[in-house]
């Protein structure tokens, strides 16, 4: 098994934007189904010790996908991608927002898009993901939150099916 993946994670704050590149050892059938399936999302997206659980997914093109970051003591945040455009294997985009239970968005904070694009070698598929958002101050409020951190840690998990 490959385990020199590649990770990327740049943020470019002159263009309100933030790259990341990520390897998985796996064809890209696999990790286009964790990516776009909501039964294994649930495993990997949160990192640990949270949990994502999905309450709702209509991955289509203005479908969306609403779930919840459980943590530890059960307290829940929301959130909801509305799926924009799909061209299956290859890429898909959404608009991502934290919201309500019920999917009403939260304005405090800016919403974002979603480009993910995977391109499948030999024996691994790299994602390459783009978030795009309307303003530095948006950027700033994700990066403070420890995005970085916590998607990053998700990514393992998504690693840690693979290996089985």
């Given at each position: 098994?490959?385990?020199?993946?590649?990770?990327?994670?740049?943020?470019?704050?002159?263009?309100?934007?933030?790259?990341?590149?990520?390897?998985?050892?796996?064809?890209?059938?696999?990790?286009?189904?964790?990516?776009?399936?909501?039964?294994?999302?649930?495993?990997?997206?949160?990192?640990?010790?949270?949990?994502?659980?999905?309450?709702?997914?209509?991955?289509?093109?203005?479908?969306?996908?609403?779930?919840?970051?459980?943590?530890?003591?059960?307290?829940?945040?929301?959130?909801?991608?509305?799926?924009?455009?799909?061209?299956?294997?290859?890429?898909?985009?959404?608009?991502?927002?934290?919201?309500?239970?019920?999917?009403?968005?939260?304005?405090?904070?800016?919403?974002?898009?979603?480009?993910?694009?995977?391109?499948?070698?030999?024996?691994?598929?790299?994602?390459s993901?783009?978030?795009?958002?309307?303003?530095?101050?948006?950027?700033?409020?994700?990066i403070?939150?420890?995005?970085?951190?916590?998607?990053?840690?998700?990514?393992?998990?998504?690693?840690?099916?693979?290996?089985k």
């Amino acid at each position: 098994m490959k385990t020199d993946l590649l990770v990327n994670f740049s943020v470019d704050k002159e263009n309100n934007k933030i790259n990341v590149e990520r390897e998985f050892a796996a064809p890209v059938a696999n990790v286009w189904a964790a990516w776009t399936q909501s039964n294994i999302l649930d495993q990997w997206w949160a990192p640990k010790p949270w949990k994502a659980r999905t309450k709702s997914m209509d991955f289509k093109e203005g479908g969306h996908w609403l779930y919840a970051m459980v943590g530890p003591e059960g307290e829940e945040h929301w959130a909801r991608l509305d799926y924009k455009s799909i061209s299956p294997l290859k890429s898909f985009t959404g608009i991502d927002a934290f919201c309500d239970a019920e999917g009403n968005l939260n304005p405090a904070f800016g919403r974002s898009t979603w480009t993910n694009e995977f391109t499948g070698a030999s024996d691994s598929t790299t994602v390459s993901i783009s978030i795009q958002y309307d303003n530095l101050a948006d950027l700033e409020q994700i990066i403070q939150m420890g995005f970085k951190e916590g998607f990053l840690a998700a990514m393992e998990n998504l690693d840690e099916i693979f290996q089985k």
